[in-house]
């Protein structure tokens, strides 16, 4: 019987690409919705994340014979996550370049209104905000998006993994994953 191993990248882009235009649409809704960025509805992202990842590692089980190894699993969510993370990374930038440009300015005030309830002076305050301003712009907010949907993937295909790891026990199997 002949081992059935597909190359991740293809498996991954389309899944990749799945979840970045998901999480578009996503903040897009959000967006024209005006829902305020403190807003515990971003929470719906991490659904959006375990949902695609789920579906994107378990099609990939099923058409490799119905079997993945744990490591397997992980670099598949992982590099699902890379691909929609470049995917947001050039959504980001257009957003707060062309689309939300007082965007970044709104989450200024936000982390005022955060740091003046947890008592922190105001002076300390504009201080923050003024270093921040110089370093954060639509092309930091790019790169921090980039971060940000890999580290999510990463932590959330650690877990996925472990329930969705299948090992192959039968007497082929075993010395196929000794090769």
């Known amino acids: 019987m002949e081992e059935l191993k597909k190359s991740l990248a293809p498996h991954a ?3 990749g690409s799945i979840l970045g235009g998901i999480l578009i649409a996503f903040n897009l809704l959000l967006y024209v919705l005006n829902v305020s960025l403190d807003s515990s509805i971003f929470m719906i992202d991490y659904l959006i994340f375990i949902g695609v990842l789920f579906l994107g590692i378990k099609s990939y089980r099923d058409a490799t014979g119905g079997y993945i190894t744990y490591g397997r ?5 992982v590099l699902i996550c890379v691909f929609a993370s470049i995917i ?4 980001k930038f257009i957003y707060f370049k062309f ?3 007082a965007g970044i300015d709104k989450l200024f005030r936000l982390m005022q209104d955060k740091w003046a309830t947890q008592g922190i002076d ?3 305050t504009e201080q923050m905000i003024e ?4 370093f954060m712009g639509p092309v930091f907010m790019a790169v921090s ?5 890999v580290f999510k993937g990463v932590i959330l295909s650690l877990i996925l993994s472990i329930f969705l790891k299948k090992q192959d026990k039968s007497f082929e199997g075993t010395f196929k994953n000794e090769q």
């Open 73 to 77: 699993s992980l670099a598949l969510g």
């Open 88 to 91: 947001m990374a050039f959504y």
């Open 99 to 101: 689309i939300d440009t």
């Open 145 to 149: 998006a980039v971060f940000e949907v």
């Open 13 to 15: 882009s389309k899944f």
């Open 131 to 134: 270093m921040m301003k110089k």
């Open 122 to 124: 105001e002076d300390k």
